[in-house]
């Protein structure tokens, strides 16, 4: 592993351990030559996964899609960054141990409505609105009748 400080070739692992997310190694490493630490993360390299859209379109996974509609469920919401990188880890979990080449943007969708409905109603609803793609207000109290119920 080169140093990202002087760009040495040789380092040295002086701690290894489990992330905090279990699915990755934590590495902690110095440099054999400007003597600096520096951490690394090893993880498991996955088989690509496919997500099939509603107009039948399939593109490349991509964590940041789920992250950024997360996010933006929980704007002004009292829901730490480390809850919502939590959910999108337990989503991305579930949805790689399905062991499927392919999975629809709704499954997807309907992993992240779960996670929220349990974390926050109001990012829930929110999240629900936009995915689900509320067309009145009559939807909208619907799903909120449910959420209360």
Request: with cysteine; aromatic share 6%; glycine share 2%.
């Amino acid at each position: 592993m080169k140093c990202p400080f002087c760009g040495h070739e040789n380092t040295r692992v002086i701690d290894s351990r489990p992330a905090e997310d279990n699915n990755s190694i934590r590495r902690r490493r110095v440099c054999d030559e400007c003597g600096k630490r520096f951490t690394t993360y090893e993880k498991v390299e996955t088989i690509p996964l496919i997500i099939i859209k509603k107009d039948n379109n399939r593109e490349s996974y991509d964590r940041s899609k789920i992250e950024a509609g997360v996010l933006r469920a929980c704007h002004k919401r009292p829901v730490s960054v480390q809850e919502i990188t939590r959910l999108v880890d337990e989503v991305e979990n579930e949805i790689f141990n399905m062991e499927e080449k392919e999975i629809s943007s709704q499954t997807v969708g309907e992993l992240v409505m779960n996670k929220l409905k349990e974390l926050d109603a109001v990012a829930y609803v929110r999240f629900a609105s936009v995915y689900r793609e509320f067309k009145d207000i009559n939807t909208f109290m619907e799903e909120l009748k449910n959420v209360l119920k």
